[in-house]
């Protein structure tokens, strides 16, 4: 009897756990946490209300990496650039991705990002770190964001009809690189239509 009550009590706890963090359905991909990759904190934050709408892929424009310990290098380089040169209150994406395969936490699953006026508010910003204009991701990044994106419907992150969009679809730029741009093109969730701009009241970023 004690046992089961004992089994009972520990399942109403892990229950308990998941409502509050959303994050029950498990990943099938690694996901480095802002402790573990050395993340400063942020300066000020905004709760996102998800699930959205939108996932809006990036590249960084920045060094690329293929080992963790150079991904972590960069992430925290780039944590210093957008926060000590752009003003920026953190890590402007919610989710960075390197070559080697792992996905990095930014500002995480549920805060407001800083990768895009307006779209904020509606959609998650996912980076791939590097330079994608004249070749795309490896398949190791490539597959980490396909994983990213189903663990993100099945946490209730993302709608499970969300639209998928490249940066320049909603802004003037050659974001997310023209090589990754034609991958993402071809994605079951990518939105050959006219993005909609948001109407909501544009938040801080």
């Known amino acids: 009897m004690q046992i089961a009550q004992c089994q009972g009590r520990m399942f109403v706890i892990f229950l308990f ?20 990759w050395g993340a400063r904190a942020p300066n000020d934050h905004d709760h996102l209300h998800t699930p ?18 150079a ?10 650039f957008h926060m000590n040169n752009q003003s920026h209150s953190d ?27 307006y779209w904020n508010i509606v959609s998650l910003g996912i980076a791939v770190m590097g330079n994608f204009q004249r070749g795309p991701p490896n398949s190791a990044a490539l597959g980490a964001l396909q994983e990213l994106l189903v663990c993100l419907v099945e946490n ?5 009809d ?8 909603v802004g003037h730029t050659n ?18 239509g006219k993005p909609v701009l948001p109407t909501k009241t544009p938040t801080r970023f």
Request: charged share 20%; net charge negative.
């Open 17 to 36: 756990l998941c409502i509050q963090t959303a994050l029950c359905a498990v990943c099938n991909v690694t996901i480095i946490s802002r402790d573990d």
């Open 52 to 69: 959205v709408t939108v996932a809006l892929i990036h590249h960084t424009d920045r060094d690329h990496c293929t080992t963790k310990a």
């Open 71 to 80: 991904c972590i290098q960069e992430l925290q380089d780039m944590q210093n």
């Open 91 to 117: 890590i402007m994406y919610n989710f960075m991705i390197g070559e080697d395969g792992n996905v990095y936490e930014g500002r995480g699953w549920s805060t407001v990002g800083g990768h895009m006026p």
């Open 156 to 160: 209730h992150k993302l709608t499970p």
């Open 162 to 169: 969300y639209k998928l969009y490249g940066h320049r679809d």
């Open 175 to 192: 974001c997310p690189g023209n090589s990754f741009y034609d991958v993402i093109k071809t994605w079951s969730h990518y939105d050959t």
